[in-house]
């Protein structure tokens, strides 16, 4: 019999729902997500999408494994519970979202940070198919990351390990960010604190052009402006200073990146490679960065891994 399973991306800006089988997304639904306003009042919209989901492809509740749910903060996965947010969902600590899911749908529920499901789905199915030594980063609203060493994926005793990479300092004396630290990568290279950056960096071209995200700076950039190519050249100092990082740490085969800035990939991925090439200490050669084949489908792909294989961990 065909096995379904439900797939919900907690995005900062929009939630991703898809329905899986097979290794594959076979539909896809989206809604808003509000995330100030908190999970609880996007439950009942989640409900609906899945619905019209299963109702269209006429999936069975016996051929319905269950639902795995990726989230942007720490979250345990034994429990089912989120653990802390980020100025996202900030009521889901509260929820028992398992004990929902079951109520609504029955089968297995899984559930843990964004990045590190979208760090199962480049491993299983995508850009990391074939390494067992894999890092992934999402440069988006804010930067994840998610770690797979020696063909497990890396948790930690309080649910953190290898997910928090976007906190990694890059600039001790730098920006303050919404973690609460000072000078992380997210605070100094991230859709979220864009606008500031380009302000503090140039407070003319701001108000010539503002607001500002990652492709509309890029583009610019493309374009010959100056300035722009100058921030966006600043961000790559960032984001390579990161996976230096995760790569002392980490010793990965391959880090894998996505996210809505690689719609510039072809201007991003060579500056990366040859600035972490010229940077990391590794004297036996040089790890594989590659953009993401799977971008908005990878976290979902990795939560129904993990919900298909949950009695197997």
């Known amino acids: 019999m065909k096995r379904y399973a439900i797939g919900v991306d907690l995005g900062g800006t929009v939630v991703k729902i898809g329905l899986v089988s097979e290794?594959?997304?076979i539909d896809r639904a989206t809604l808003e997500a509000d995330s100030g306003n908190g999970l609880r009042c996007r439950l009942p919209l989640i409900v609906d999408r899945i619905e019209t989901l299963l109702a269209v492809h006429q999936v069975s509740r016996e051929e319905f494994a269950g639902i795995g749910f990726c989230f942007p903060g720490l979250a345990d996965s034994d429990t089912g519970r989120v653990v802390s947010t980020n100025a996202k969902y900030d009521d889901a600590v509260e929820i028992d979202i398992e004990a929902w899911a079951q109520s609504v749908y029955g089968g297995?529920?899984?559930?843990?940070?964004?990045?590190r499901m979208a760090v199962v789905g480049e491993w299983k199915y995508g850009a990391g198919r074939g390494s067992d030594n894999v890092v992934a980063m999402t440069i988006g609203t804010g930067i994840g990351c998610g770690v797979v060493i020696e063909g497990r994926l890396l948790q930690g005793v309080h649910h953190q390990a290898g997910c928090?990479?976007?906190h990694l300092i890059v600039d001790y004396r730098g920006r303050r960010c919404s973690c609460g630290?000072?000078?992380c990568a997210e605070a100094s290279a991230s859709s979220f604190f864009l606008n500031d950056i380009v302000q503090e960096s140039n407070p003319q071209f701001y108000r010539e052009h503002a607001p500002f995200d990652f492709r509309k700076i890029f583009t610019m950039a493309r374009e010959g402006n100056e300035v722009a190519r100058k921030i966006c050249e600043e961000c790559m100092d960032v984001w390579?200073?990161?996976i230096v990082n995760l790569i002392h740490a980490y010793d990965p085969e391959i880090v894998v990146i996505s996210g809505g800035i690689m719609r510039s990939a072809d201007l991003i991925?060579?500056?990366?490679?040859?600035?972490?090439?010229?940077?990391a200490?590794?004297?036996?050669?040089e790890v594989r960065i590659e953009a993401s084949t799977l971008m908005d489908d990878a976290g979902i792909l990795g939560a129904v891994e993990c919900v298909m294989n949950k009695n197997r961990k």
């Open 269 to 279: 991925l060579p500056y990366l490679r040859w600035r972490v090439a010229s940077l």
């Open 164 to 166: 928090l990479g976007g």
């Open 108 to 115: 297995e529920f899984y559930i843990d940070n964004d990045a």
């Open 281 to 285: 200490w590794t004297p036996w050669g």
């Open 240 to 242: 390579a200073a990161a």
């Open 23 to 25: 290794g594959r997304v």
């Open 181 to 183: 630290n000072v000078g």
